[in-house]
């Protein structure tokens, strides 16, 4: 079966990435590594501090970004207590605040002829009528792949200052590689907690590396989050190999750039599709919603999987995750003989 519904990198990591692995000493497997001696969580933060231009004591880590947004959420948001989050969006927003009995409110994506697009006015209206305890915003955003402009996140960031914002940038990475915003960001937003993970750009999924950089006033999470006998040595090793390895990434990144473009082009082909555009390692394609569930047997039959969903939304529409070139190409190939073969809308 080839997954395509999870949103992984199925490049795989960096090369450096199984040189660590080859060369793992028992040291490393069964000694804490004892970095707080040296009055910084690890290496792997350290690291993560000079490259962002932060202080250590704000970078906090994490086992994968879920991990910190639960550790976040479940710091901050009490019960009754309102979180502001996307209507369209990653399904766990919603089931990490019920965990803490909070109450999702949800402002909506407009949905445009070939793209997403967040509607920042609107937020803020929103917003000021509620006065959420936290505030949950995604760039890129899953499943929609749109991201937010940077004029517009000074915009909200500004605008939610008496609340928690979370910035969700999970799939950061697919689009553009910078990094010099968060510095400034996190300087002025005190309040602001930007999640990152290595599990989508860096294709280190399995070994849950996340981190946080947390603005200045949230000391509180900064004390929740620290692991005083340190992390997983092994998956700190991998993904600062990871970090060491940025023309392997930055290949990827270019090429998904392009196979994204493949996606866009296909379906442009097909009359009653929409190939909605994306900043991600995924695409969200609306289709004839009887096509759904033909569609759905077709690509299970041939061993592809990709994600439908139940919300209504996004009932006419799936989600597929770039693989690799030929993965792309094999999916095409297979669209390509649905839409033509089986019924689907012709080209
Ligand atoms: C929007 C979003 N945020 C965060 C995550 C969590 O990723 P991880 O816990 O592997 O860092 C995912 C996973 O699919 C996601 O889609």
């Known amino acids: ?42 290496r792997l933060s350290e690291r993560l501090a000079n490259e962002l231009g932060i202080p250590e004591p704000q970078i906090l880590l994490s086992e994968g970004s879920e991990d910190m947004l639960k550790q976040a959420v479940h710091c901050y948001l009490g019960p009754g207590e309102k979180i502001l989050c996307p209507d369209q969006s990653w399904w766990y927003y919603r089931a990490v605040a019920s965990e803490v009995g909070g109450e999702t409110v949800t402002y909506r994506l407009k949905r445009l002829s070939d793209r997403y697009s967040y509607d920042v006015g609107e937020m803020i209206t929103l917003y000021e009528k509620i006065s959420p305890r936290v505030v949950l915003i995604a760039s890129p955003n899953n499943p929609t792949g749109n991201s937010f402009r940077d004029d517009d996140l000074q915009t909200l960031t500004e605008a939610f200052r008496e609340s928690i914002v979370i910035l969700d940038e999970a799939y950061w990475g697919f689009e553009e590689q910078a990094n010099n915003r968060i510095a400034g960001l996190i300087g002025r937003y005190r309040n602001l907690l930007i999640l990152r993970t290595f599990s989508k750009f860096y294709a280190l999924a399995g070994a849950r590396v996340g981190y946080a950089a947390a603005g200045a006033s949230l000391s509180r999470l900064t004390r929740f989050a620290s692991r005083y006998l340190g992390y997983n040595r092994i998956s700190e090793e991998l993904a600062l190999a990871a970090l060491d390895s940025p ?20 379906f442009g082909r097909l009359s009653g599709t929409t190939c909605f555009r994306s900043q991600a390692n995924f695409v969200l394609v609306r289709v004839p919603a009887e096509a759904v569930s033909p569609l759905r047997k077709f690509l299970s039959e041939n061993g592809i999987a990709v994600k439908f969903f ?21 999916v095409l190939t297979a669209l390509d003989s649905f839409f033509r073969f089986e019924g689907g809308t012709s080209s």
């Open 310 to 330: 139940k919300e209504e939304e996004f009932k006419d529409c799936l989600r597929i995750t770039l693989g690799t070139r030929d993965q792309n190409e094999l």
């Open 1 to 42: 079966m080839l997954y395509l519904d999870r949103n992984e990198n199925l490049y795989g990591p960096a090369p450096k990435c199984f040189e660590v692995l080859r060369s793992v000493t028992l040291e490393e497997l069964s000694i804490y590594s004892r970095d707080f001696t040296r009055g910084v969580k690890s």
């Open 247 to 266: 023309e392997y990434y930055d290949t990827i990144g270019r090429t998904m750039q392009s196979d994204r473009e493949r996606f866009y082009e296909f």
